[in-house]
């Protein structure tokens, strides 16, 4: 496919985008600068679900690489349409069924809503052997215990043997497939929006370290890259600017780039 053959939106659109994209990213930057993060500025996901190939296409030319989508079905047409650099991010509620077709996008770069051994063990059969580096998996945790969220419980300092540990070390020891990221949480958008920092975040983060001394322990983090760190994937339009100041390494971000969301039924 040459570039004339990739859709876009109309300049007026582009401009947009751009001046958008750009709001976000000088924010990130003030945010990276006054916290003395140095050069751990965090990873910026677009977040496209329910916005067109044609926004994503006018993103990716503005540098943009990283895109987070909900929906299996859109995400492997936008894929098909878009050019292969792109780094996909699955976002959305996951299904089990839908884990083999979401392995087949050879461009799928993670997966962040990972929440069973069961889908672990579809992805690591499923993804084709072609694929030149192991799908990136997050986590999911359900920090605010809201019913609506999906996730597993935060791990506690004692509990080695909870369920997102007992996850972990079965991605890390039987799934050479897939590759260990971090945690992702999307937290209480309410303690968001009333307060300056949302305890949800603080939780994610000690999840994080706690998991990790576990991991540590058993000698499952050796080698790992990142210094053995993981990762945390949290912050959104209405909280990535205090998600950094609480330690995310990736904020995904939607509406404040794309503009509000039509209700998807
Ligand atoms: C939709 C969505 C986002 C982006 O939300 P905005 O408020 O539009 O920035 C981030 N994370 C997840 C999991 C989402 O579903």
Same mark, same amino acid.
């Given at each position: 496919?040459?570039?004339?053959?990739?859709?876009? /939106?109309?300049? $007026?659109?582009?401009?947009?985008?751009?001046?958008?994209? %750009?709001?976000?990213?000088?924010?990130? =930057?003030?945010?990276?600068?006054?916290?003395?993060? @140095?050069?751990?500025? /965090?990873?910026?996901? +677009?977040?496209?679900?329910?916005?067109?190939?044609? !926004?994503?296409?006018? *993103?990716? $030319?503005? @540098?943009?690489?990283?895109?987070?989508?909900?929906?299996?079905?859109?995400?492997? %047409?936008?894929?098909?349409?878009?050019?292969? %650099?792109?780094?996909?991010?699955?976002?959305?509620?996951?299904?089990?069924?839908? *884990?083999?077709?979401? +392995?087949?996008?050879?461009?799928?770069?993670?997966?962040?809503?990972?929440?069973?051994?069961?889908? &672990?063990?579809?992805?690591?059969?499923?993804?084709?052997?072609?694929?030149?580096?192991?799908?990136?998996?997050?986590?999911?945790?359900?920090?605010?215990?809201?019913?609506?969220?999906?996730?597993?419980?935060?791990?506690?300092?004692?509990?080695?043997?909870?369920?997102?540990?007992?996850?972990?070390?079965?991605?890390?020891?039987? *799934? /050479? &497939?897939?590759?260990?990221?971090?945690?992702?949480?999307? @937290?209480?958008?309410?303690?968001?929006?009333?307060?300056? $920092?949302?305890?949800?975040?603080?939780?994610? #983060?000690?999840? #994080? !370290? =706690?998991?990790?001394?576990?991991? #540590?322990?058993?000698?499952?983090?050796?080698?790992?890259?990142?210094?053995?760190?993981?990762?945390?994937?949290?912050?959104?339009? +209405?909280?990535?600017?205090?998600?950094?100041?609480?330690?995310? !390494?990736?904020? #995904?971000?939607?509406?404040?780039?794309? @503009?509000?969301?039509?209700?998807?039924?």
């Amino acid at each position: 496919m040459s570039t004339s053959d990739y859709p876009r /939106p109309s300049s $007026e659109r582009i401009a947009e985008l751009r001046e958008n994209l %750009e709001a976000i990213r000088a924010k990130i =930057n003030v945010v990276v600068s006054s916290a003395g993060l @140095g050069d751990k500025k /965090p990873n910026l996901v +677009a977040v496209s679900k329910i916005k067109s190939a044609e !926004d994503v296409m006018a *993103c990716y $030319e503005d @540098g943009q690489l990283h895109f987070g989508e909900n929906y299996v079905q859109e995400l492997i %047409e936008k894929a098909e349409k878009l050019p292969q %650099e792109i780094k996909w991010h699955f976002i959305g509620a996951l299904q089990s069924n839908k *884990c083999k077709p979401l +392995a087949s996008i050879p461009n799928l770069y993670a997966v962040e809503t990972l929440d069973s051994i069961k889908k &672990a063990d579809v992805f690591q059969k499923s993804l084709p052997d072609a694929r030149s580096i192991p799908l990136r998996v997050f986590i999911q945790i359900n920090t605010s215990s809201e019913e609506s969220k999906s996730g597993l419980p935060p791990v506690s300092s004692t509990s080695s043997g909870s369920e997102a540990v007992e996850l972990a070390k079965h991605i890390v020891q039987k *799934c /050479p &497939a897939l590759h260990l990221e971090g945690l992702m949480t999307i @937290g209480s958008i309410e303690a968001s929006t009333t307060q300056d $920092e949302n305890e949800d975040f603080d939780r994610l #983060r000690d999840s #994080r !370290d =706690n998991m990790e001394k576990t991991l #540590r322990e058993a000698g499952l983090l050796e080698g790992w890259g990142q210094d053995g760190k993981l990762q945390l994937s949290m912050g959104m339009s +209405a909280d990535f600017e205090n998600a950094i100041m609480q330690g995310s !390494d990736s904020v #995904r971000v939607g509406s404040s780039i794309f @503009g509000a969301r039509p209700k998807k039924q």
